[in-house]
């Protein structure tokens, strides 16, 4: 599973997010272990930089995130 997981799984914030019950676990299966080069984060160039924080694979912005 791991080797089929995107390369960013153990420093995203979405996977983080996840961990800590912020989003759903559809996230996680249906990109970070299957579609990851789909993913909208993914195809960011700096994910360091802290606008893209709140971004979700699909692109969209979980507001929820920034509390
Ligand atoms: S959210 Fe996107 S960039 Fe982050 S681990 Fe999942 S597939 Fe990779």
Do not use: T
């Not at 989003?23 to 930089?49: P, V």
């Not at 924080?53 to 507001?63: A, H, Q």
């Amino acid at each position: 599973m791991e080797s089929d997981s995107c390369s960013n799984y153990h420093e995203c914030p979405i996977v983080k997010a996840y961990e800590q019950g912020k989003i759903d676990s559809e996230w996680i299966n249906m990109y970070c272990h299957d579609r990851w080069k789909d993913c909208e984060r993914f195809q960011l160039e700096d994910l360091s930089d802290s606008s893209y924080e709140f971004v979700l694979p699909d692109g969209s912005v979980e507001e929820r995130l920034r509390r």
